[in-house]
């Protein structure tokens, strides 16, 4: 299912990835997640790596079998698979004259970072450009940001956890890679208004506007009742349960509790005080301790098979490593094999799509010596 | 819309449902695609159900959640239970560009909406189908909902706090459908350019289990190649290789959330909040910030270069339009819509037509895409085609 032979549906379309020297990690790992989509829709993607180096090269988690230090952080290959790394010259006069050889040739795109020493240079080309920014255009820029406070301004750590304690991250770096996807679609839509003959306006991307979006309900709710909707923890409706060898996420449509007493088979589900959903609302915690002993009695597995049978929309909580070889993600070749050049297979996930079936297989970045090596086919 | 219109003269048949489907396509709506959704009195997007908030006649067409996602689109009324119905969609998906759809696996195929068919009936349409688990292998037919999707994308196991069990994002927010039309929307765009160059459509499986596991893909490259990382670590709001970083509980009971990079943000911080006595960091900033306020806190933290917020919630982005950015607008009525997640040469998304009403533009549809007559179009009003008023209460 997944091949490298054949064009892709990006291929032939070139695109500048420029790193600015001081963005912050949360800018850098949005901006470098659009451009590994489109690296690996088969664009020729050259990354403009700062002469001090990439800081992602050093951030975990690290590959303990790759020797090269350069290249031994997991998320430094993630999220540059299939790009052209180019290293700029030191110096602002020599990063400058570079930049403006590199925009004036046959570039069909732009992806760089706020705060660019060279953003006039940027703003004077006339090819789709997407601008990664912290903060909504008009918002004191100079605030510092983290992906945490990111999270914090968004709303989604208020959130997420249990009312009694602190509000919780999600883990993993969603708030810059909700960015990174916004940024595709946005380029996306940059390159088919130039294809159309359009004039392409420059597109910017605010993290805090992307968490903002995401996180929509929370607004809508407050709209709605005068309160924000907030962490619900064991209050819930939908919890996550022990099964006897892990975790599963306990969770129904609002016309399913007969089925999941079905499921469950205690009589004590049918007291009165559970009738209605919005009784049921309110006495959560009551439910779910009944519930819980039949779940710790059985594997999550069990469990899951149990109730996808009767179309609860149950799953287990599979950690990475469980995603490496379950029965769909081996079916559909969602986990792809990557020589990374260091004598060491590397496993990671393809894009998540199959395009008429197809997988489209991510390569290791290559690093390239100069312009001409940038541009080769 | 924007001014920007990449998507003009794309039409768009659209056949997504709450947020992962109807989304994508209000997003292709918003870039000047002509979008027509597709519904029926037997089957309504279940958005006009859960957002519903009274019961009287129309009640279909009030729900806020549904207002929220399907504003820039037309709406036409017609049952695929019916075979004139599927009929006439298979003749609109002739003039179609685009057909979204994120039923239940089966459904299409039950309606005869096949792949195969659709391309026979036009070999440039480009077809996004987002699914649970993606249209082929074992586990296809599973049900999910977006916290499902938390626990099985793998997400909710690296999420909780330290020792804890797997968290995921919940009800409130259901996260990994929030994200699916951010990437399916470019996905489609490439997919519609391809089709403009080739003359050849495409199918576009889409899983959203895949995407919420493309999201931790360095977690998975690491667990393949470090035993030591099989198993999953949940370490609260702690952040591997950031030295500090969590919430703390402030005076009058609000959160500030607060990142110390490395040492020299530590000292800093330090410095900032007035020495630290041998207790430590998290001590001595755990006492400082139940001395003062939210915000104040994040004011102080921040005026020393530190990233720092007050935890907000969504009362904040209503209060603040500067915050909201372009992330929410007031539509018809004052009603509240989401907004774009990003801007055209500054400029936010302008509401041209608020989201349908159940069958509002069967007539026009009928009339001016399919060609059809008045005396067709009663006979499919006759047979029941074309209703527009939900089966069920």
Known sequence: MTDEAGPRPLTGTTILEIDNPDAGPHLRLAKALAGKIVADLGATVIKLEAAAGDPVRAMPPFLPAVADTARRSALFQFLNTGKRILKMPAGATARRDALTTLLGASIDGVLWEEGDDDASAIAAATMPRVEIGGWPEGMTKSTPLSEFTVMAVGGLLDIVGDPEREPLRLGGHQASYAAGLAAFTALMAGLAGRRAGLATPPARISLVEVMLWVNWKAAAGAFADGRSPTREGGRSEFQVVACRDGHIALVYGVTQFDAVKALVGDPRLDDPRFATRPQRRSCGEAIYDILRPWFAARTRMEVYELAQGKGIPMGPAFSPFDLLDDPQTLARDFIAAMDDGQGGGLRLPRLPVLWNGRGFAPVAARDVADLAGAFAP | ?393
């Open chain 2, 1 to 393: 819309m924007t001014a920007f219109r990449p998507m003009s003269g794309v039409r768009v048949l659209d056949f997504g449902l709450l947020t992962a489907g109807a989304n994508t396509s209000a997003m292709l709506a918003d870039l000047g695609a002509d979008v027509i959704k597709i519904e029926s009195g037997a089957y309504m997007d279940p958005f006009r159900a859960v957002g519903a908030r009274d019961t009287a006649p129309g009640w279909w067409n009030r729900s806020p959640q549904y207002h929220f996602t399907n504003r820039n689109k037309r709406g036409a009324a017609l049952n695929l239970k019916h075979a004139e119905g599927r009929r006439l969609v298979l003749e609109l998906a002739k003039s179609c560009d685009v057909l979204v759809e994120n039923f239940r696996r089966g459904v299409l195929e039950r309606f005869g909406l096949t792949w195969e068919a659709l391309k026979a009936a036009n070999p440039r349409i480009v077809v996004a189908s987002i699914s649970s688990q993606g249209d082929t292998g074992p586990w296809r037919l599973h049900a999910s909902y977006g916290s499902t999707l938390d626990a099985t994308g793998g997400l909710a196991s690296l999420t909780g706090y330290a020792g804890g069990a797997p968290t995921i994002s919940g009800m409130d927010v259901n996260y990994p459908d929030q994200v699916v039309s951010l990437i399916a929307t470019g996905l489609v765009i490439a997919a519609v350019m391809d089709a403009r160059r080739t003359g050849k459509g495409a199918l576009l499986d889409i899983s959203q289990r895949e995407i919420a596991s493309f999201l931790i893909g360095e977690e998975i490259m690491a667990a393949a190649a470090d035993p030591a990382r099989r198993q999953p670590r949940r370490t609260g709001n702690a952040q591997e290789g950031v030295l500090f970083q969590d919430c703390l509980k402030c005076a009058g009971g609000k959160w500030v959330a607060v990142t110390l990079a490395d040492t020299d943000a530590a000292g800093r911080c330090a410095t900032a909040i007035g020495g630290v006595p041998h207790t430590g960091l998290r001590a001595a900033l755990t006492a400082w910030c139940a001395n003062r306020s939210a915000d104040d806190a994040a004011k102080i933290l921040v005026a020393a270069s530190l990233p720092a917020s007050r935890v907000m919630d969504g009362m904040d982005p209503l209060r603040d339009p500067g915050l909201a950015g372009g992330t929410l607008l007031r539509g018809d009525g004052g009603k509240l819509v989401k907004g774009m997640p990003y801007a055209f040469d500054g400029a936010g998304l302008a509401i041209e037509r608020a989201a349908p009403d159940l069958g509002e533009h069967t007539l026009e549809i009928l009339r001016d895409v399919l060609k059809l007559d008045e005396a067709e179009i009663a006979r499919l009003d006759g047979l029941g085609v074309t209703s527009a008023t939900p089966d069920t209460p």
